[in-house]
């Protein structure tokens, strides 16, 4: 099993991301999907729920109640645009900005670390190859076509979620 892919990358992921998870669980109370939403706002600025759930690269629906938890914790506000203000920008409140401002010099220093087992050009070779395999998923996944896992409690024989039947 050792030698699948998709099992080295995920056990790599999940190892690799051991230290942040601490940081941001223990020291902030955020999950590592609210501080990636965190970090895409420190670096991009104010944006809207679509464009944060498309730099995110996390599912529109997931950002919204990341969005909705990050707001209610006092991280982010939504606010108007003052042009259309029907359109609702996510911004970081001063409290958002300063887990940001903690933790992203933190989360540099814990990449370099890592990637610091390569020389430079290795390093170069295997953004390169990161790269070349990032922009093959998109395809990649398209042509699969597989079914979506219904996760309700219904389907799992547990009791139906309120308001359902």
Do not use: Y
Not at 119 to 133: E, G, I, K, M, Y
């Amino acid at each position: 099993m050792n030698d699948l892919f998709l099992f080295r990358l995920h056990r790599m992921a999940a190892l690799a991301g051991q230290p942040l998870v601490r940081l941001c669980e223990g020291r902030h109370g955020i999950t590592r999907r609210e501080w990636r939403l965190i970090l895409t706002l420190g670096l991009g600025g104010p944006m809207l729920s679509t464009q944060l759930a498309e730099r995110a690269r996390i599912e529109p629906a997931r950002t919204s109640r990341a969005v909705t938890v990050l707001a209610e914790k006092g991280l982010v506000v939504r606010a108007p645009r003052p042009n259309d203000r029907r359109r609702v920008e996510i911004r970081l409140t001063e409290r958002g900005r300063a887990i940001f401002d903690e933790l992203h010099p933190t989360v540099l220093a814990l990449d370099e670390r890592l990637l610091g087992v390569f020389s430079p050009q290795q390093r170069q070779d295997f953004q390169a190859l990161f790269d070349q395999l990032e922009a093959h998923l998109g395809s990649w996944r398209a042509d699969l076509a597989l079914p979506k896992a219904n996760r309700s409690r219904a389907a799992a024989g547990g009791a139906p979620r309120r308001g359902n039947p």
